[in-house]
Every structure is written in C-alpha cells, then in structure tokens.
C-alpha cells in the first residue's frame, strides 16, 4: 500500500511487514525517513536532525543558515556536484562542461499495479497486488527530469525502484553514472555481505563490518560475473539465520554493475546500486531519456531466512515467466562431461539408450554439433548442423531419440564467434575490437556486437533455423567469456560509452524475441556456469547452470551462496562422474545426487560407463527425485548449517509452507577416527504434530527440533543422508 499526506509531503510504503519512507523537504529535496518492520502510519519526520557541521556546504537557499547540510541529510536521489560528497547516484555533464546536478520534487503519481520497463526484465505482478509510486524530480537549472519508480508488492515484501532520466532541456547532457537506487540509513554499524569468488567457485559469501569509508563489488567484465553477484546484504551485526534485522537488494540487469556502501563521517550509511559507471557515458539528447535496471529490495526483522523465503517466491513466481516458470522441468542428461566434442549420432543414441532405461526425461546435446565445430578454437558464429557428426540433420536424430521417449535440447552460445568461422569471414566487424588495436582473446573466441541489431537478428535468424528444423523442447544458452576491446562500428566516438550497456539491451532483445517464437522451450541460462546468474537472465530463463564445477563438496558451498537470493528452482545441479572433472574427488553417488536434488536435478555423464548398479541407482536417485520435486522446489528452504565454517555435516532442509512434510539433507566431510556423536535439528516443523521419518519412528514436531536426529556415523568421506519428516494424519 503506498500512502501519500499532503500536508506534510510524506510518502509511506507499506508492505505485509515492512515500511518505508521519505518525504518532500521545504527545498523539494527527497528525505528518507525509514525502511524497517512495518508501522501502523505516523512520521518517521522527526527523526531528521539538523546541526552546523563544518565543511558540509549549504544550499543557496538557506542563505547564510549553516544547519541543513546535502552532505549530512538522508536521501532518496542525492544531488551531485552541489554539496553532497558522500557516493553519488547520478553524475552528469552538462552541455557547458559543468558536472552538477540537483534533483528537486515536481510531481508524483500511484498507481495500481506494477511499473514494467521497455526493453529491460522486471519482476512483475498482477493488477492488484502491486502498487506503482512515480516522482518526477527536476534539475531547476537544466531542466533535466529523473522519474523514480518505486514498486510496492506488498504479500511479498518486495519493494522494487528504478529510474528513467529524462533530458527536458534544450542541450545535450552525457550521463557519467546513474545508479538505480539510493538507501541512506541513519546507522552505520552494520555488515556488509557479498556473494563472490571465481569461474568454477562462485558465490561465496562474505561478511565485514562497514569500515569507514566506501566498501563495494562491482563487475566490468560485461556480465554479472563469476566474481561477484549482483545480489547484497546489509545486515545487524549479530544477524543470523533466524534473528536480526537485514537487508538484500538485487540488481535486475546482467551487465556492469556496481554496488557500493559508504559510511560516513556521522556514523550513517549509504547504500547505492546500479550500473557500474566504469566507462559507462550516455549521451541523452534533448527529448531522450535512459532508463536504469531495477533493484528488487526485501527487508526482514527475522533473520536470512526470512528475507530469502521472500526472494525465492518472488522470483519463482513473479519473475521467471512462461510456460516453464512453474511446470515441472525434466530430469536432464547433458553430454557435456560425457563426452565434451568427441560425439555423433550414434554416440547420443547410445547414451540416450542408457539414459533412456535410467528414467531421464530430456538428453541435452551440449557443445559441438554445429559448423567445424570440433574443439573450442573454431565454428562460433556458424549455427548451422555439422552432417559429419550428425547426418541428415537434427531431425532424423531427435526423431530416434523421441521414439525412445526422450525429449530432446540443445546448446547454444549466440552471443560468440570464433575467427575460424564462416560469420568471421563474412563479417570481421560484427565482434567487439577497437579499429587499429589487436584484439583480446579469451578461449580463441571473440565477442559479438550485440548492441547492433543487424547482429544479434542475423545470428537468431540462423538459430530460428535450426530450433525449427526439429523437436527441440530444451535450449542451454551459453556465454564463456568477458567483455574487452568494447567498440562498436555503429556509434560515433562520442557515445562509445554507451555499447556496454547496449550490449545488454541487444542481448535481451534478442531473448524476448526467442520467447515470443519458442514460447515452449525451457531455456537454461549458463554463461561458463555462473558467470551471469542474475535475476535479469532469470526473467528469460527459469534455470541457470549454476556452476562448471560439479563435485558435490565444492557444490555445497556455492549452492549454500546462492540460495540466499535465488531460489532451488533456478540452480542448475547434476550428478557428474568420478573422479570430478575439476577437482578430481571422487564422492558417493548418492552424495553426489543428494546435492544436485537442491537444484533442477540431473546428470552430467556417460550412462554407458556406468555399471548396472549404478544405472539402477540411477533410477532410484531419479524417482525419488520426482517423488520430493514439488516439496524441494517449492518449499521453504532452510540453511541448517553453514558449511564455511568448521562442523562435520553440512545440513539444510526443505520444507512445506503448511510444516505438512520436510525433507533434511545431511553431507558429512572428511571422516574422522573416534569421532564424536552428531545430531541434525531440524527447523520450522509443526511443535504439536507427530511427524514420521523416514516412514518409520513417530516423533512430535517440537521434540525433533530441540532434540534433533542423531545422526550414524557409519564411516567414509563426504556421506549424505535424507530425513523425510512426514507430518502424520498426511502420511
Ligand atoms: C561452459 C558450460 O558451462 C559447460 O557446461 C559447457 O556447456 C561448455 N561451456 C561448452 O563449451
């Protein structure tokens, strides 16, 4: 609900369980007053304080007053240039070489519903569950508008902002950085957490308390990155899973992104988030406007918990769209560990036998079935069926593979183009490289120039071609290297800050184009694993490969990262052979299919390698899979353990939101000799109802999380266990 009072200029916004708020001062300016649990009504106005600080300048309008200071009032969109020296949201240059700006209320609007914005993903709602807040801010100088949306979802205490500028003056002005969104906080003993790491270990969080100064993640690598996510936390200093007030903001974009806290010189914080301004410059002429991505915020005075059980509806269900979005997704066989280039025909029919007997529901032909595609130096760019591999086609191939009730998918990487191809001959300039500057490698490939429209249309248009010329239900789009040497032929030099984020654009011109024509395909976004897991591909695609990396162990920690924003419905997860490709660990089986059932759940390996106990264990792994599959992908995921700190089992659990069934998964680490008893609680159970486990012991809800299962140590490295917890009148 967003209220408006006029006689005091005060914008409330509630949702279920939290509020928040700013109002318009006597200058025009946006004061933030509160975001927090959620309040009945009532100014948080009186808690804006005033005081002659020394070095923070005063608005011309105050005369010769020293209290009311830009550098010390909390914000909505800070003003630049003017006497706010805290991080910026918006920096411009204006046509006479000047760089302020000043932002001051004009106007505003509520309406029902929820804002989308043109060209770019959003999270979305019906009609009536969300409500839209539009302020329009002016610059009194330039005439230069920024329009700032706010979304209210208020059963998902979800609270989404963006901004559009908007040139109302009569000369160009270039933006140099417009962040999405700005949150000044009134405290700054808080804990940042970021979500980082590297190609094959992304997501890791990491914690600190706000030193002085700015603390930020950012990625210039074109996409979200391995490196760090797009997803943050700001959080109380003792905040855990269950208690604690925190924060988490999640950028809708897939490109540069910058997110940055500072804390200031009075023991406040600003929070700011958007597009990385790195070699980011957007000319706006007069009449043009721009458009920053969305930041999607939640805020619970619960603990972690909390806020990811709303991020994981929200994006579940209000930001992965299509026919996919809540259809149950089949269990997969990807060939890309089976078998990586060496493959024909008669190789995936094999494996689709095997695959087949095993209960998969969909074989994935991964990379190289396209062009001289043969290894990773050649064939990028060239979409159409390599017949030496392949004859005839795809269609007599899928047919076959059909025929033994499997569906069938492919893979992709549209955005990608190696020079031995025939498109690279063809059309040199279509990849990003600077004019008269040797090119950047990076796997032998190059990147294509996604902001020019005839590039990206010419590319779909060959994959259009092959995705109808057989029954393709499944796409994995894929995208295995960062952004250098960025330069397009199509701008003058004066907007080559602006290909970066066009890039973006093109890419998801392209994506909503796939949708339109191919509206029953799941799509799987992967870009080398993780390197752009983010809500903006999510809107696209249900499911992310969530990682290169598939040894079980080193999953429990990126997927432990990544389950704090997204939820298991969106993490690509197989079962892979042993010894793992990337660590070379070799793990259980059934540990290894206990990790990947906290994901979409499938295989990544060669069924025709397997022993029979192994295909037969195969299936059980896949029916059991199916029997939990709406409990593990719609239920409330727990973290019962964090498995970066030291303990002998790492734990989480699944659980139905009436506390009718719950799933625990326990993963044991190193084995260790005479060890010490281990005991699993589980979380959030019905303390009245008797649940039986394993469709055995009857044990009270209340007993079974304050006692705990104990757990058998029966030996051996890296053990899972299940628990199912079923709440006894439904068993
Ligand atoms: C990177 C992906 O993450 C892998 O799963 C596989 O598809 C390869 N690319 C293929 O080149």
């Not at 890419?507 to 809500?535: T, V």
């Not at 994901?599 to 025709?608: Q, S």
Request: proline letters at 5%; glycine letters at 8%.
């Amino acid at each position: 609900m967003i209220c408006y009072q006029d006689d005091q200029r005060l914008f409330t916004l509630h949702t279920k369980n939290t509020s928040y708020q700013f109002v318009v001062d006597a200058h025009g300016y946006l004061l933030h007053t509160y975001y927090g649990p959620r309040v009945g009504g009532g100014s948080f106005a009186y808690r804006l304080r005033e005081a002659d600080r020394g070095f923070s300048p005063n608005p011309n309008a105050e005369g010769h007053t020293r209290t009311f200071s830009l550098d010390t009032q909390p914000q909505e969109f800070p003003s630049s240039g003017v006497g706010d020296f805290r991080i910026p949201v918006l920096e411009v240059e204006n046509a006479d070489g000047s760089r302020a700006v000043e932002m001051r209320y004009v106007s505003h609007s509520i309406k029902q519903g929820k804002y989308s914005l043109e060209g770019m993903p959003t999270f979305f709602a019906k009609e009536d569950e969300a409500q839209t807040l539009e302020v329009v801010l002016q610059d009194p100088v330039t005439g230069l508008r920024a329009v700032l949306y706010y979304g209210v979802m208020e059963e998902l205490d979800l609270i989404t902002r963006a901004v559009r500028i908007e040139n109302g003056g009569t000369k160009p002005v270039a933006l140099n950085r417009v962040m999405s969104m700005c949150l000044d906080l009134d405290r700054a003993e808080l804990d940042f957490i970021t979500f980082d790491g590297r190609h094959t270990a992304e997501r890791h969080p990491h914690r600190r308390r706000l030193a002085p100064g700015i603390q930020q993640v950012s990625s210039i690598r074109g996409t979200t990155s391995h490196q760090h996510n797009n997803f943050v936390m700001l959080c109380d200093p003792d905040a855990g899973e269950h208690h604690g007030q925190c924060m988490g903001a999640v950028l809708v974009y897939s490109g540069n992104f910058e997110a940055s806290v500072e804390r200031t010189q009075f023991e406040t914080a600003r929070f700011t988030m958007g597009i990385s301004p790195w070699q980011f410059r957007f000319m706006v002429e007069p009449g043009e406007s721009f458009v920053a991505p969305e930041v999607a915020m939640v805020f619970s005075n619960q603990g972690f918990a909390g806020m990811s059980h709303q991020f994981h509806r929200a994006i579940r269900n209000n930001l992965c769209n299509g026919t996919w979005a809540h259809r149950r997704r089949p269990v997969l066989l990807n060939t890309w560990e089976a078998a990586y280039f060496d493959f024909d025909s008669d190789k995936l029919l094999d494996i689709a036998g095997h695959a087949a007997k095993a209960g998969i529901e969909l074989l994935v032909m991964d990379d190289g079935w396209f062009g001289k595609r043969n290894d990773d130096k050649a064939g990028l760019g060239d979409w159409f069926v390599n017949e030496e591999k392949l004859p005839g086609g795809l269609a007599p191939l899928v047919e076959k593979i059909n025929a033994m009730g499997l569906d069938f998918g492919i893979w992709i990487e549209p955005e990608m183009i190696n020079e031995d191809s025939q498109l690279y001959k063809e059309h040199p300039d279509w990849a990003l490289q600077i004019p008269g500057r040797p090119f950047t490698r990076s796997r032998s490939q190059l990147v294509l120039d996604f902001s020019r429209e005839e590039v990206w249309k010419h590319v779909y248009a060959q994959i259009k071609k092959v995705l109808s010329s057989a029954n393709i239900t499944y796409v994995k789009w894929d995208m295995n290297r960062s952004l250098t040497d960025v330069w397009s032929a199509a701008l003058p030099a004066g907007r080559q800050g602006e290909v970066y984020h066009r890039y973006v654009l093109g890419l998801y011109a392209m994506l909503e184009q796939f949708r339109k024509d191919f509206p029953n395909i799941l799509l799987e976004g992967c870009s080398g694993g993780g390197g752009r897991f983010d809500c903006g591909m999510l809107y696209y695609s249900p499911q992310i490969w969530a990682s290169d990396n598939t040894d079980a162990m080193d999953r429990l920690l990126l997927q432990y990262g990544t389950s704090f924003c997204y939820p298991v419905s969106t993490v690509g997860s197989h079962v892979s052979a042993v010894p793992n490709e990337q660590t070379h660990r070799i793990t259980p089986m059934n540990t290894r299919a206990a990790v990947a059932m906290s994901g979409t759940f499938g295989y990544e390996l060669d069924p025709c390698k397997l022993t029979d106990e192994e295909r037969n264990t195969m299936s059980l792994q896949i029916e059991t899979f199916k029997e939990y599959y709406d409990l593990i992908q719609t239920g409330l995921y727990e973290r019962l353990t964090n498995p970066f700190e030291p303990g002998p089992f790492t734990a989480w659990q699944h659980t139905a939101e009436d506390g009718s069934r719950a799933l625990v998964t326990v993963v044991t680490g190193m084995a260790r000799s005479n060890a010490a008893f281990t005991t699993v609680y589980p979380y959030g159970l019905l303390p009245d109802a008797i649940y039986t486990v394993n469709g055995k012991e009857e044990m009270r809800g209340d007993v079974l999380m304050y006692g705990g299962i104990p757990l058998p140590n029966e030996g051996g490295d890296y053990r899972a266990m299940q628990f199912m917890l079923v709440r006894k009148s439904e068993s």
